[in-house]
T-cell receptor, first 113, second 115 residues
């Protein structure tokens, strides 16, 4: 069965520091993987997605994620945090052949000045 | 191009009532999916409509239903409301059905409070 685990419901980083948000998944088949961001009082916005091919995926706003099959991980990174990155981030998985998507519980990112 | 719009943005109902939420997708998008977001359960998939047909359904009771019109606008209905139905209901649209994994664009949501 599909599942997603996001380590840390809250993560704080200083402005300019590396952002690392962790996501591990379980899937019986090669999955599709997604990262979404949600700003207060808004819907979700897709940051990036992995479907096939290159395992390092670049997204919007300077974010990227690497699909590591051996570790069943899809961690999200950004080299230098900006105040505007403060938001909630969701990792999601969708099995090939199943038209449903499972979201993690989310990680709220706090940026310290 | 206008984004996904959802109406109303906020709603207060009492237990036992029913509610209808509306979602207008981005022009040209034919797929609409609905999600429920709560602090306890997180984001959960409700159902997906494509070309007026329900293609997928999440693990929700039959009190949750939806439909899609020929102009791709979608409504979801919750009957016999329970306190636990209090949530942010998000709608997302995409060009094609979910199976092709096209980017979904989310609306701002309807926040439902059941008293």
């Amino acid at each position: 069965a599909q599942s997603v685990t996001q380590l840390g419901s809250h993560v704080s980083v200083s402005e300019g520091a590396l952002v690392l948000l962790r996501c591990n998944y379980s899937s019986s088949v090669p999955p599709y993987l997604f990262w979404y961001v949600q700003y207060p009082n808004q819907g979700l916005q897709l940051l990036l997605k992995y479907t096939t091919g290159a395992t390092l995926v670049k997204g919007i706003n300077g974010f990227e994620a690497e699909f590591k099959k051996s570790e069943t991980s899809f961690h999200l990174t950004k080299p230098s945090a900006h105040m505007s990155d403060a938001a909630e981030y969701f990792c999601a998985v969708s099995d090939r052949g199943k038209d449903k998507i499972i979201f993690g519980k989310g990680t709220r990112l706090h940026i310290l000045p | 191009k206008a984004g996904v719009t959802q109406t109303p943005r906020y709603l207060i109902k009492t237990r036992g009532q029913q509610v209808t939420l509306s979602c207008s997708p981005i022009s040209g998008h034919r797929s609409v999916s609905w999600y429920q977001q709560t602090p306890g359960q997180g984001l959960q998939f409700l159902f997906e409509y494509f070309s007026e047909t329900q293609r997928n359904k999440g693990n929700f009771p039959g009190r949750f239903s939806g439909r899609q019109f020929s102009n791709s606008r979608s409504e979801m209905n919750v009957s016999t409301l329970e306190l636990g139905d209090s949530a942010l209901y998000l709608c997302a649209s995409s060009l094609g059905p979910f199976e092709v994994r096209e980017t979904q664009y989310f609306g701002p949501g309807t926040r439902l409070l059941v008293l």
